[in-house]
């Protein structure tokens, strides 16, 4: 934890001239960015109700770090560290490559492609694919993605389906305002022992704030509702409330 305190104060103080890196969002990543630049981000999630591995309630420090050496091409690695259930602590980490396949100067639309690997909360190594597709019209931004996770474990789900959608306007030239909704292992919707414990939705809104043309702070508010209608119970295991709360900051500093 003292290392995430001293990588926030260290951003805080190096306040130099430069331009923010990636989208505007808090879960929609994507591959675009300035060229030879990179970005660390310091993210610290708490939730209520379980979205993904929080559990009934966690809260979550990240490290996220991005070098993007051409405009269309960036190379991500994250550090999760996660505190839920009374004390239990869990670490993760993610590998991810993220490209800008078609750019709509050229193709009317951005089509975003990504790759990568996680080991997550429960110990589990996880190939992902991500895609996304978005268009500007003028100070509105729409992003639209999904990201497939297969688990290598044999008591997890085969595939993971997750799909989101973001849009966002310019107000200023420092403060944008937008609105995520992520929905999680959507399968849960049709099978009635989803690992993860059933389908999840997460719909709230996303500050963006650039506070200088390096630092920017990303906030997001997200109502969290699980689909549990369907979901087997299994002895000894409660699937908790059906509605909850995840809150998340994204404090970033691009180089």
Partial sequence: ????????????????????????????????????SATAELETAYGTRESRFFGSEGFEQGLRVRFQPWSFLNFEAWGGLLVHDGGLEEEALSFEVNWRALNQDDHYVDLHLGA?????????????????????????DLLAGSLLEIPTSSDRDEVDIMFSLAGSYKITDWYRQGLEFIAEDLEGLWEPEEAEGGAKFLIGPTSCFQVTGNLEIKVNAALVLAYLENQTQPPGVDLGDEVGFMGRVVLGYTF
Avoid: K, Q, W
């Avoid at 104060?9 to 300035?34: F, K, M, Q, T």
């Avoid at 990568?116 to 100070?139: N, T």
């Fill in 1 to 36: 934890m003292r290392v995430f305190t001293c990588m926030a104060g260290v951003l805080l103080v190096l306040l130099l001239p430069g331009a923010v890196n990636g989208a505007p969002y808090v879960y929609h990543r994507v591959g675009d960015g300035e060229s030879m």
């Fill in 116 to 140: 990568g690997y996680i080991y997550d909360y429960r110990d589990d190594h996880i190939p992902r694919l991500r895609a996304a597709v978005g268009r500007s019209f003028g100070d509105f």
